[in-house]
């Protein structure tokens, strides 16, 4: 039992460890998340603030704790209103305007805007918290529309920026409170640079009223400002952008021809000058041509006046030795020709010696049908003339050795012509031995030469 009791003790004591103590130290210390801050009240009315992430003490049934987010709180803005525009005259002509926003708040970072977000703001409903802020927001933002030209929403940084409250919310008072005139900034350096003056009016304008609710203004962004005015100019500006836009592209469009033609125009004046180039080419090729043709024709007359010169070398040296050959064998013809010749005579020669008179006799009497119509002709035509001087007997005598004469000459001429007497045989005293025995033979006196 002892030992039972002991176990029971150390049981409790551990899960009085183990359980109970956590618990308690759990109750003492909670939790502050990240995006949270924990507020904790004590029973004489101190508040302590605890910034997550974090722990915060507690002590159970002496504090009293509440959570609150310490996450921006975006807001969607639709504001309709009209500007604060005026005519020549100085009469309103205000232009009906709508503005798409996006405003973003959070809690204050000091411990009293803490203590008020807590107490006024959160403290309501979530749909309430929206509520309340879009109506600030809102209100803040047709405000500062009214404050604003249509050219000053539209355009920023061109239009003067009568950036709002900044000696307003110094002093405390109303934006509504103030004309419009004195919405102008005394020191512009302690402003924040913001372009879009629409923005830095709505800031300045709900300042206050979110300072009372504990929350403090982060950033208002613009999203769209629509009029019918700006639609026109829009639209304006859209056809003179088209209009410029088509201008550029003619003028473009103008350019490009240009630089197409010019090209066109090089690539023409570049194929004219190929084209001349070409001309100029074939001309010269042509004159090449020709002159190559000129010197292949000289070349072939050169080549056939060669080749008729080597022809007519090789027919003359055919001819020469033709000719030679013709020469050769027509001196052998002529050489055995005389050859037999002088046989023949030699042979009649020898008939004459061994026949004396008789031959030649019988020669005359066989010659005489030939020798008649010489001799006859021959005394025809020879034309004797007998001068006298009454010395060796008279002229009967001069006349008859004349014609005795004659007749002996043609009668040699007979025999040589016809091969009876050797011309190459001569006697003691140089005449031919034929033609020495010739005036025997005649019966005529001695032949006188």
Not at 66 to 76: A, E, L, R, Y
Not at 209 to 225: A, H, P, Q, R, Y
Not at 362 to 372: C, F, G, K, S, V
Request: charged share 20%; glycine share 6%.
């Amino acid at each position: 039992m002892t030992f039972l009791s002991g176990g029971v003790t150390i049981a409790i004591i551990v899960g009085f460890v183990v359980i109970v103590i956590p618990m308690i130290v759990a109750s003492f210390l909670k939790n502050v998340e990240a995006g949270t801050i924990r507020l904790v009240s004590w029973l004489h009315g101190g508040t302590v603030i605890y910034r997550g992430p974090g722990k915060s003490k507690e002590i159970p049934l002496l504090t009293t704790g509440t959570t609150i987010s310490s996450k921006v709180i975006n807001i969607d803005l639709d504001i309709t209103d009209q500007t604060a525009d005026i005519d020549e005259n100085g009469t309103p002509r205000p232009i009906k305007v709508r503005v798409l926003a996006s405003a973003i708040v959070s809690v204050g970072d000091t411990d009293t805007l803490i203590k008020t977000a807590a107490n006024r703001f959160f403290s309501k409903s979530d749909a309430d918290q929206l509520n309340t802020l879009t109506d600030l927001l809102s209100s803040s933002g047709r405000r500062a529309m009214n404050l604003l030209t249509h050219d000053q929403l539209f355009s920023a940084k061109a239009a003067p920026t009568p950036r709002a409250l900044a000696a307003a919310a110094s002093a405390g008072t109303s934006v509504a409170a103030r004309p419009a005139a004195e919405l102008v900034p005394a020191d512009t350096s302690s402003l924040e640079d913001e372009d879009d003056p629409l923005a830095v009016i709505i800031r300045k304008a709900c300042s206050r009223e979110l300072t009372d609710l504990g929350l403090i203004f982060n950033s208002l962004n613009i999203k769209v400002v629509q009029s019918e005015v700006a639609e026109a100019r829009r639209r304006q500006s859209a056809a003179e952008a088209q209009a410029n836009a088509d201008i550029v592209a003619a003028n473009q469009s103008r350019r490009a021809k240009e630089a197409q033609l010019e090209a066109e125009r090089a690539i023409s004046d570049k194929q004219r000058e190929l084209e001349q180039t070409k001309a100029s080419n074939a001309a010269l090729i042509a004159q090449a041509e020709a002159k190559r043709q000129e010197a292949t024709g000289l070349m072939r007359v050169a080549e056939l006046d060669a080749t008729q010169i080597a022809q007519a070398k090789a027919d003359a040296a055919k001819v020469r030795l033709a000719a030679e050959a013709d020469a050769d064998a027509e001196a052998i013809r002529i050489r055995r020709i005389a050859e037999a010749t002088a046989e023949s005579i030699q042979k009649v020669n020898q008939a004459i010696e061994a026949g004396g008179e008789s031959y030649f006799r019988y020669r005359q009497i066989e010659m005489l049908p030939q020798i008649a119509p010489a001799i006859a002709d021959a005394l025809a035509q020879a034309k004797l003339v007998t001068i006298s001087n009454g010395d060796n007997g008279g002229a009967p005598e001069t006349t008859t050795n004349n014609i005795t004469n004659v007749i002996q000459t043609v009668l040699a001429a007979q025999l040589v012509s016809r091969g009876l007497i050797d011309t190459g045989t001569t006697s003691g005293n140089g005449v031919p031995a034929a033609e020495a025995k010739l005036p025997s033979a005649l019966g005529a006196g001695t032949v006188k030469r």
